[in-house]
């Protein structure tokens, strides 16, 4: 299996929280950009300016690359108690609610059309989706969207919080995507991670240590 994922290809993220999901995702991003792919980051979970202050901290600048090559949809903004940040020249899709599974979709669209696709979409996290819809709205909702990214958009991988959801929750998301990405603590609290599979090629499913120094991400 190449370092890379392919293009028009899905891949969920599974891990129990604070395993480093974030990480993987920046130094994926990170990549990403330097190859010079453009980056969608559907945010569920924290403000953008939480995340462009913790990509920093891991020595990704990803201010110096939006409009250009990196865009957020934020749908945690409008939700929070805080206002929803004001627009300094940085294209930001705003979406109304964590219910709103169809605007969800329609700016994952807008912005990787705003860029230019091909693009790489990062959902993070799923699991905070099942907070707010029903498992079948939101598996009706993955699916549309996993398609839709394949067809017209790109690469899709989602972020899920593993040991939040029913197994037959877990299984359904995994069943909908083409790979499955697995993070995980060991007895003396090492993190791992490994590719459990990938459609269409052959790979290594051994675990290996994951490290969250930024210059030393492990990849699949």
């Given at each position: 299996?190449?370092?890379?994922?392919?293009?028009?290809?899905?891949?969920?993220?599974?891990?129990?929280?604070?395993?480093?999901?974030?990480?993987?995702?920046?130094?994926?991003?990170?990549?990403?950009?330097?190859?010079?792919?453009?980056?969608?980051?559907?945010?569920?979970?924290m403000?953008?300016?939480?995340?462009?202050?913790?990509?920093?901290?891991?020595?990704?600048?990803?201010?110096?690359?939006?409009?250009?090559?990196?865009?957020?949809?934020?749908?945690?903004?409008?939700?929070?108690?805080?206002?929803?940040?004001?627009?300094t020249?940085?294209?930001?899709?705003?979406v109304?609610?964590?219910?709103?599974?169809?605007?969800?979709?329609?700016?994952?669209?807008?912005?990787?059309?705003?860029?230019?696709?091909?693009?790489?979409i990062?959902?993070?996290t799923?699991?905070?989706?099942?907070?707010?819809?029903?498992?079948?709205?939101?598996?009706?909702?993955?699916?549309?969207?996993?398609?839709?990214?394949?067809?017209?958009?790109?690469?899709?991988?989602?972020?899920?919080?593993?040991?939040?959801?029913?197994?037959?929750t877990?299984?359904?998301?995994?069943?909908?995507?083409?790979?499955?990405?697995?993070?995980?603590?060991?007895?003396?609290m090492?993190?791992?991670?490994?590719?459990?599979?990938?459609?269409?090629?052959?790979?290594?499913?051994?675990?290996?240590?994951?490290?969250q120094?930024?210059e030393?991400?492990?990849?699949?």
């Open positions: 299996m190449e370092e890379r994922f392919p293009t028009n290809y899905s891949v969920l993220l599974a891990g129990p929280p604070g395993v480093g999901k974030f990480e993987y995702l920046i130094g994926r991003i990170r990549e990403d950009l330097r190859l010079g792919e453009r980056v969608v980051f559907v945010t569920l979970d403000q953008p300016n939480e995340i462009r202050a913790r990509a920093k901290a891991l020595r990704l600048d990803l201010a110096a690359h939006e409009g250009k090559s990196f865009v957020f949809v934020d749908c945690y903004s409008a939700t929070s108690s805080d206002r929803p940040e004001a627009a020249g940085k294209k930001t899709f705003l109304s609610s964590f219910s709103n599974l169809e605007g969800i979709g329609m700016a994952m669209s807008k912005a990787a059309q705003e860029l230019g696709t091909p693009v790489r990062y959902f993070y799923i699991s905070t989706l099942f907070l707010h819809n029903s498992t079948q709205a939101i598996a009706k909702f993955f699916q549309i969207v996993t398609s839709r990214a394949k067809a017209n958009l790109g690469f899709i991988l989602y972020a899920v919080h593993e040991g939040v959801h029913e197994p037959m877990m299984n359904l998301l995994r069943s909908l995507v083409d790979g499955v990405v697995e993070m995980r603590y060991t007895d003396t090492e993190r791992e991670i490994r590719v459990h599979h990938m459609r269409g090629y052959r790979i290594d499913a051994a675990w290996h240590s994951f490290l120094l930024p030393a991400m492990v990849a699949p």
